[in-house]
T-cell receptor, first 111, second 117 residues
Framework: EDKVVQSPLSLVVHEGDTVTLNCSYE??????LLWYKQEKKAPTFLFMLTSSGIEKKSGRLSSILDKKELFSILNITATQTGDSAIYLC???????????FGSGTQLTVLP | GAVVSQHPSWVICKSGTSVKIECRSL??????MFWYRQFPKQSLMLMATSNEGSKATYEQGVEKDKFLINHASLTLSTLTVTSAHPEDSSFYIC?????????????FGPGTRLTVT
């Protein structure tokens, strides 16, 4: 089954904290793992990870993929209230060009 | 660049009526668009893959006669919810594949919230 599992399902932190969001996947024919941030509307693209062990970074956000253990993490350092959102990871398969999404992690950053 | 719009952003309709949702790629051509549905506190579930000039491919469990998809041009795909019922109330999101970059990098529209009364 092409399952994508995210943990935790929800997380409440205070501004300035660092968070780590997890995403594991069970799939053959894996192509890439994508992270999205969803606020009130549609998801916005954060990262696409294809190679194992190579960290992608954008400001306070970073992500890395472990293809051997089939998981990825998304780190957010020095969190701000504007980081409050649902963070979705999705797996892309090699042939179908479709994305299978995890259930998301609801992050709430309190002032 | 790579902007996708949806219209309407929200719609309320009566049970039994049909509703059409448009998805447009504003500054690029998209031969492939995807339609997703998202229920409250749940993730995006792929409904169908829309291919320009050909029939859409529906995911298992999605009724193709109820959710009509038309991808008549390289910048427009439409989803029509026919004979809508309250259980069809959901957030519908489309995405478009931007050619020339990674084929797995989809750009999402802002979504359409459908409420069926």
């Amino acid at each position: 089954e092409d399952k994508v599992v995210q943990s935790p399902l929800s997380l409440v932190v205070h501004e300035g904290d660092t968070v780590t969001l997890n995403c594991s996947y069970e799939v053959t024919n894996f192509r890439s793992l994508l992270w999205y941030k969803q606020e009130k509307k549609a998801p916005t693209f954060l990262f696409m990870l294809t190679s194992s062990g190579i960290e992608k970074k954008s400001g306070r956000l970073s992500s890395i993929l472990d293809k051997k253990e089939l998981f990825s993490i998304l780190n957010i350092t020095a969190t701000q209230t504007g980081d409050s959102a649902i963070y979705l990871c999705a797996r892309a398969s090699g042939s179908a060009r479709q994305l299978t999404f995890g259930s998301g992690t609801q992050l709430t950053v309190l002032p | 660049g790579a902007v996708v719009s949806q219209h309407p952003s929200w719609v309320i309709c009566k049970s039994g009526t049909s509703v059409k949702i448009e998805c447009r790629s504003l500054d690029f051509q998209a031969t492939t668009m995807f339609w997703y549905r998202q229920f409250p506190k749940q993730s995006l579930m792929l409904m169908a893959t829309s291919n320009e000039g050909s029939k859409a491919t529906y995911e298992q469990g999605v009724e193709k006669d109820k959710f009509l998809i038309n991808h008549a041009s390289l910048t427009l795909s439409t989803l029509t919810v026919t004979s809508a019922h309250p259980e069809d109330s959901s957030f519908y999101i489309c995405s478009a594949l931007l050619g020339g970059t990674s084929v797995y990098e989809q750009y999402f529209g802002p979504g359409t919230r459908l409420t069926v009364t």
